[in-house]
């Protein structure tokens, strides 16, 4: 999973409750991605970061919050869990390289993901 | 309407079979494209990457893009059951970072 590791891999937790899920990389690429993947939807972006303490949302921030501290790291809070934030969570990273020549580099990588269950 | 369509699936194939998934798409300023593969439980594995129209070739795998068309196409020859996972088609518009935007993804089985 190309120097990605997320934890934890599994989480239950109670409607109401805080929960913070990190996504380390050791590959020290400049962008990381939270992503949440549920059935008919794919995956969703829901925020993201270009570099240490700059982040921006993705379509599907509401409810979530992050932070990114050292360029290894990325944490993605969930203040007050909810039912509808039951869903499977991966973290991605990317150079976004842009070539000279218009050619970029924009592939991303993907950690093993977390499944969180809100009860 | 979704900025990406894909047909779920599940695709069932023979062993040997050639298998072809699609993926269209609305938004012009798509230039990017990628083709990854998901086993049950795993995550996402980068297959193909290609940001022009026509051929890539990797292998098995052969990914085709017609931009005239908004169309793009995986193709996977002499398929083998280790195939089997759900494959999941991503775009990327020009100027928008890189922020990508997935297809729902197709699953295929390849039987014995």
């Known amino acids: 999973d190309a120097g990605i590791t997320q934890s934890p891999r599994h989480k239950v937790t109670e409607t109401g409750t805080p929960v913070t899920l990190r996504c380390h990389q050791t590959?020290?690429?400049?962008?990381m991605y939270w992503y949440r993947q549920d059935p008919g939807h794919g995956l969703r972006l829901i925020h993201y970061s270009y570099g240490v303490k700059d982040t921006d949302k993705g379509e599907v921030s509401d409810g979530y919050s992050v932070s990114r501290s050292k360029t290894e790291d990325f944490l993605l809070t969930l203040e007050s869990a909810t039912s509808s934030q039951t869903s499977v969570y991966f973290c991605a990273i990317s150079e976004s390289r842009g070539g000279s020549s218009g050619k970029g580099s924009y592939e991303q990588y993907f950690g093993p993901g977390t499944r969180l269950t809100v009860t | 309407q979704k900025e990406v369509e894909q047909d779920p699936g599940p695709l069932s194939v023979p062993e040997g079979a050639i298998v072809s998934l699609n993926c269209t798409y609305s938004n012009s300023a798509f230039q990017y494209f990628m083709w990854y593969r998901q086993y049950s439980r795993k995550g996402p594995e980068l297959l193909m990457y290609t940001y022009s129209s026509g051929n890539k070739e990797d292998g098995r795998f052969t990914a085709q893009v017609d931009k005239s068309s908004k169309y793009i196409s995986l193709f996977i020859r002499d398929s083998q059951p280790s195939d089997s996972a759900t494959y999941l088609c991503?775009?990327?518009?020009?100027?928008?970072?890189?922020?990508?935007?997935f297809g729902t993804g197709t699953r295929l089985q390849v039987t014995l």
């Open positions: 590959e020290n690429h400049r962008y």
């Open positions: 991503a775009m990327k518009a020009t100027g928008t970072a890189s922020k990508l935007t």
